[in-house]
């Protein structure tokens, strides 16, 4: 059973930075597309990026020049970098595995089978 556990969450004001990290354990890490999303209470869990087996990227819009997906195969962890945070990134962050080998479908929750427990960001105006 793959465990995906995520790290580096806080409070930031806006305009700050923080780096989001996920370890994962028992998952053939470097070889599957893996992907980081958002949630607020009450809504609905959104994408917010992805990366595949060769490192190739892709970050929503609202995020995009902002945060930077990117991953270290030697230390299986995947990494959130956000820069520039705005009050209305304030979520909680989860980190997703998939078994597919790219992430043409890595926008959609059920892409992904194994999910970390989520770390909060909160960023204050």
């Known amino acids: 059973q793959a465990q995906l556990v995520e790290s580096g969450g806080g409070s930031v004001q806006a305009g700050g930075s923080l780096r989001l990290s996920c370890a994962a354990s028992?998952?053939?890490?470097?070889?599957?597309?893996m992907g980081w999303f958002r949630q607020a209470p009450g809504k609905e869990r959104e994408w917010v990026a992805t990366i595949d087996s060769d490192g190739g990227a892709r970050h929503a819009d609202s995020v995009k020049g902002r945060f930077t997906i990117s991953k270290e195969n030697a230390k299986k962890t995947l990494y959130l970098h956000m820069n520039s945070l705005k009050p209305e990134d304030t979520d909680m962050y989860y980190c997703?595995?998939?078994?597919?080998?790219?992430?043409?479908?890595?926008?959609?929750?059920?892409?992904?089978?194994?999910w970390g427990q989520g770390t909060q960001v909160t960023v204050s105006s």
């Open positions: 028992h998952y053939p890490y470097s070889s599957r597309c």
């Open positions: 997703a595995a998939s078994w597919s080998l790219d992430c043409n479908g890595g926008r959609r929750l059920g892409a992904y089978t194994y």
